[in-house]
């Protein structure tokens, strides 16, 4: 399985950008796709996340980010509105679920979004 980013970039703080990410491969299930992103000096946190139906935002993003699921092409998209520098980092893009013969937990290569002053 190959997860596919793209969409990142460098723009000015209260800019929109919008990230996506496509898996492709022997994919029986997806349950989750996800964002998250790894800022300088930081942890990787959870963005934004679509398990099972439900919706989860870190408190950070709440109303400036919105995630959705084109389950159809196995495509997770990142709509981010209202961009602020500390939303500086690289995003990277989560799958889990299963393929035919085993649990899948697959991550994407990270794509940069930087948000200057």
């Known amino acids: 399985v190959q997860l596919q980013a793209s969409g990142g970039g460098l723009v000015q703080a209260g800019d929109s950008l919008r990230l996506s990410c496509s898996a492709s491969?022997?994919?029986?299930?997806?349950?989750?796709m996800g964002w998250y992103r790894q800022g300088p000096v930081k942890q990787r946190e959870l963005v934004a996340s679509?398990?099972?139906?439900?919706?989860t935002y870190s408190d950070s993003v709440k109303g400036r980010f919105t995630i959705s699921r084109d389950d159809a092409k196995n495509t997770v998209h990142l709509q981010m509105n209202s961009l602020k520098p500390e939303d500086t980092a690289v995003y990277y893009c989560n799958v889990k679920g299963r393929t035919l013969l085993l649990p899948l937990d697959k991550w994407g290569q990270g794509t940069l979004v930087t948000v200057s002053s």
């Open positions: 491969g022997p994919i029986f299930k997806i349950n989750a």
């Open positions: 679509i398990t099972d139906g439900v919706i």
